[in-house]
């Protein structure tokens, strides 16, 4: 595609329920980012991606969020046992390689947990 | 947490002004980019400054990075009504996987 796509762009869920995001990266690209975003901050980084491979998790909050890119390309941010405080926009990006350093951000998936 | 953190929060000024946006960091970086987000939708990537280099421009806007203060600057000359957006700097520290963004500046430009 053109540019990065994000889906559900909204998603309301109650708490405990299950989510999932989709993040459709720009073809080529091999470097995948995940971020958070709440009111009035700046973006929170979650993971990287360098392929299929997760080179950096060091950013989800705890176990009850998972990510994978299975095929190095698509990529699905996980959430289990939604809690209130999840609620945030999720920001998906990437970008040719690691190096390049100029990120292609998606439009968000927009998490509400009541 | 966050490595770079902007200055001001918040910045009000009339179009034909030119707006000035500081970013500072704590840590040694590869390189330093600006991002700008308009309300509601995604970042989009303005400019990227490597850390040998001191001064970069591109149309409009003039960014600086001075590595012995750990700051950066973003400057919009001649702001027009269309540059009203939050802008964020975002650091790409050595050894580390990850771009870091700041709080960002949310810029006004008053017609």
């Known amino acids: 595609g053109a540019g990065v796509s994000q889906t559900p762009s909204n998603k309301v869920t109650e708490k405990g329920k299950y989510v999932e995001l989709r993040c459709d990266p720009i073809s080529g690209h091999t470097a995948l980012y995940w971020y958070r975003q709440s009111l009035g901050q700046g973006p929170e980084f979650l993971i990287y991606?360098?392929?299929?491979?997760?080179?950096?998790d060091s950013g989800l909050p705890n176990d009850r969020f998972f990510a994978v890119r299975p095929e190095g390309s698509v990529s699905t941010l996980k959430i289990q046992r939604t809690e209130r405080g999840d609620s945030a926009v999720y920001l998906c990006?990437?970008?040719?390689?690691?190096?390049?350093?100029?990120?292609?951000f998606g439009e968000g998936s927009r998490l509400t947990v009541l | 947490s966050q490595q770079g953190e902007e200055d001001p929060q918040a910045l009000s000024i009339q179009e034909g002004e030119n707006a000035t946006m500081n970013c500072s960091y704590k840590?040694?970086?590869?390189?330093l980019q600006w991002y700008r987000q308009n309300s509601g939708r995604g970042l989009v990537h303005l400019i990227l400054?490597?850390?040998?280099?001191r001064e970069k421009h591109s149309g409009r806007l003039r960014v600086t990075l001075d590595t012995s203060k750990k700051s950066s600057s973003l400057l919009i000359t001649a702001s027009r009504a269309a540059d009203t957006a939050s802008y964020f700097c975002?650091?790409?520290?050595?050894?580390?996987?990850?771009?870091?963004f700041g709080q960002g500046t949310r810029l006004t430009i008053n017609p």
């Open positions: 400054i490597r850390s040998n280099e």
């Open positions: 840590t040694s970086i590869n390189n």
């Open positions: 990006a990437s970008s040719r390689d690691r190096n390049t350093g100029e990120l292609f």
């Open positions: 975002a650091t790409d520290a050595q050894g580390a996987q990850k771009l870091v």
């Open positions: 991606f360098q392929g299929t491979g997760a080179a950096d």
